[in-house]
């Protein structure tokens, strides 16, 4: 077990560079493996999620290699197993992905259905409800799903709270059903469009990603391809709530501000001062931050993945903010942590009632989920005194080489092995 030691206080300034986005590269891996010949993916994030979606792909037949920092080459070929392990599965949801993968190309698909999850409660009903729209017969028992088609048809579907699983699970699907498929209310997030592109460039006929509505004219089999995956959003928008917070001056490189405009809008209306680039964005805070009522949405809102970073930045603000999410009913866990650091916040049902400014102080606190964790990073890094984040496990899923980067910024933080 890790753990992550900050002394903070300290005035952050310099370059970071944002890795790619996890949540891109988690589906774009699992597509590639519709083909049955060899991928090259670059700018694929290291984090924990990756390794255990390439296990799981492993597991499965399918041949998956490093090439060089961010390079992965994948092949199809050999998948020849219709069972998930569950061993590996159990360790993160998006695991689920592999069941469009199995039930487009092999017909067949027996994964264990998600369990439980810190943010909320996590059905993949959606997700089923797709695969039976395609013409899958699909089962629940024993904890797994068995979904089986002798030939998948595409068909009209309409996504439910436009979830995005369930948009990529039922594209990942249909692309190699016969006939076309037409997601209606699909989720417009910049990882719907990379997938279709990804798709789009092994020969798949996808049109409309990135609007609620998607077409996709199933195909007799898609062939390799090279792709870049896109930049992390949410990585680049927990940097700059970072630069903010820690008051100096921070350029993010690797950046695309198109994906982030909610986000950049919210910052601005703060008082953070902000510049952009075709592939940087700089953040520095020179005035007071003043208070915000924010809401969580899908894409293009107020992404809820920088609810928890974005939350620790508005304790700084002067006045009462709200945050409220609408998301997930499970999202304020790491509050309770930001408290025992001094934070003046109240959560009432969906919503956070924040009172700043409040100097946070160091404190040994526990991250229970991906991003509340890096909140708890981000109020460490701006608390007067030494703080211990512990539940390192949650953080290493999404973020890269994390204190490397934070202490190019200056940043006094060690990890040490317990
Ligand atoms: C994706 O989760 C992301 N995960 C999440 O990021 C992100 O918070 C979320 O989208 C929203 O942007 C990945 O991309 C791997 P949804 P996903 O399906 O696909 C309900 C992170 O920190 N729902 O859009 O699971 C669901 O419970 C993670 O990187 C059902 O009820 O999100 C939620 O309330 C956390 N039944 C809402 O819909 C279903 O079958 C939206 O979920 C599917 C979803």
Redesign the pocket.
Known sequence: MDKLVIEGGRVLNGVITASGA??SA?PVIVATALAEEESLLENVPHGTDVEHICDILSSLGVAVRWDGPGRLRINGAGLNRVQAPYELVRKM??SFYVAGLLLGRLGEAVVPLPGGCS?????????IKGFEALGAQVALEHGYMKAYAKRLTGAKYYVS?A????TINTMLAAVLAEGTTVLENA?R?P?VVDLANLLNAMGAKIRGAGMDVIRIEGVKRLHGTEHEIIPDR?EVGSYLILGAMTGGKVVVENAMGEHLRSVLASLGAIGVEIEESTTAICVQRKDRLTPLNIATQQYPGF???LQAPFSVLLTQSDGVSTVRET??DGRFKYVDELRRMGADIQVERDTAIITGPTQLTGAPVEATD??GGMALVIGALAAEGKSEVIGLEHIDR?YERLEHKLQNLGACVQRISV
Request: glycine share 10%; charged share 30%; hydrophobic share 35%.
């Open positions: 996890k949540n988690l949801r998006a943010i909320g409660s996590r059905p993949v009903d959606y997700h709270r979830s995005v699983g369930a989720a997030e990882e949410i992404p809820t993945d998301v997930f991906l991003r999404g």
